[in-house]
């Protein structure tokens, strides 16, 4: 249900705390957890609740470990998100199961819709205490004297614009995000490979958990989500994938996995098939005087790593704790350092210039770069004292 009344429908209050850009998985969790800890939220976003996005939203254990933590998985598992018991990784020769083992608060892992998953952290946010309205676009920051961000200014749709003063400006607006934009972030460092990628979701196709393939020059993935369906995409070369369509979709569905080809094929698809037509990776300075980063505003790694949402839930979780500590300084630090390793994978991965043997050994040392993320507890903004 939509918990937010628009902006026009009644005042604004003219200062906040933290103003959050961007209404998706990162900002709306970070909005949560800052006003858990009791700061003035206000999050703007341009767009409408519940609206889709470009997504493979699998979710790995650090994710939904945090989501457990901070009492949204409930929400998820009521709107019939599925829970994933085992992970398989297929190669040319044969196939690796892992299952799932209980630990940090996860008994399964999964993959809900954007449509489930977005709306989920913006009622949570909300009901933190967070303000969030929806039909607003940043087109300035306001700098002080000093040379610090002390607000934003937005151009409604509806209303007219606004200018709120915040003590810090958050942007969680993606990978072309306006606070990055406007504050002269700079990218510190960017991958030198991309991949593009093919996507659809289809009915009708059996999965045994989460399901990659990988062969020389293709990769493919079956991900089960709401609604009984499955998620399949499938990539290569930004060359190779085009424009992609229904027809790039199944020649790579078969070069990557034919027993993939054929469950996809008995399946039915349902709506568009979309394409990803390919973006290197990044990392781009997380903070300044009065702003920060967080999502794919600040770090963004090739999709093949599935663990874009994942890493935006952490990102969240360490920027709100180093906000409430006061010491945002050290959130670039260590967001990079949990970042770059697998930043750096995904980039060889990315490349499709791997054997069959080298991309087993990448697999697994993404596996573990995702596996020491989740040992490592991060402060919690929610049990941190305000300074």
Not at 145 to 167: C, H, I, L, Q, T
Not at 262 to 286: I, K, N, S, Y
Request: charged content about 25%.
């Amino acid at each position: 249900m939509a918990v937010n009344l628009p902006l026009y429908s009644r005042p604004l209050y003219s200062a906040y705390d933290v103003v959050v850009v961007g209404a998706r998985a990162a900002g709306a969790s970070t909005a949560m957890l800052l006003a858990r800890a009791g700061l003035s939220v206000l999050v703007l976003d341009r767009g409408r609740y519940g609206l889709d996005t470009l997504s493979t939203h699998a979710l790995m254990r650090g994710g939904v470990a945090r989501l457990a933590r901070w009492g949204v998985l409930p929400a998820l598992r009521a709107a019939g998100t599925p829970p994933i018991s085992s992970v398989t990784f297929h190669y040319e020769a044969d196939a690796v199961s892992v299952d799932v083992r209980p630990g940090d608060g996860v008994d399964a892992l999964c993959a809900p819709r954007r449509t489930v998953l977005d709306p989920a952290l913006v009622d949570a946010a909300v009901r933190s205490g967070a303000e969030v309205r929806y039909g607003f676009e940043v087109t300035a920051l306001d700098i002080d004297v000093e040379g610090r961000v002390a607000g934003v200014r937005a151009r409604s749709r509806r209303g007219p614009d606004v200018a709120v003063r915040a003590g810090l400006v958050i942007g969680a607006d993606g990978v072309r995000s306006a606070v990055a934009r406007l504050a002269g972030s700079v990218v510190r460092h960017r991958a030198r490979n991309t991949g593009a990628y093919v996507y659809g979701y289809w009915s009708g196709v059996t999965t045994r958990g989460y399901e990659w393939a990988y062969r020389p020059s293709a990769a493919a993935g079956l991900i089960p989500t709401n609604d009984g369906r499955v998620c399949v995409f499938a990539g290569s070369s930004p060359a190779r994938v085009g424009r992609g369509g229904r027809e790039v979709i199944g020649a790579l569905l078969a070069e990557a996995s034919p027993g993939f080809a054929a469950r996809v094929a008995a399946g039915t698809v349902h709506g568009v098939v979309r394409t990803f037509t390919g973006r290197p990776g990044h990392l781009r300075q997380a903070c300044g005087p009065g702003w920060a980063l967080v999502g794919d505003a600040g770090s963004w790694k090739d999709p093949i790593s599935s663990s874009g949402l994942s890493d935006a839930l952490r990102d969240a979780e360490l920027l709100a704790g180093a906000v409430v500590a006061d010491a945002l300084g050290d959130f670039e630090a260590e967001r990079d350092r949990r970042t770059r390793p697998l930043l750096d994978l995904a980039d060889r991965v990315a490349g499709y210039r791997w054997d069959a043997t080298e991309i087993r050994a990448l697999v697994r040392a993404m596996s573990d770069a995702m596996r020491d993320d989740v040992s490592e507890r991060p402060r919690s903004p929610e049990n941190a004292v305000r300074r």
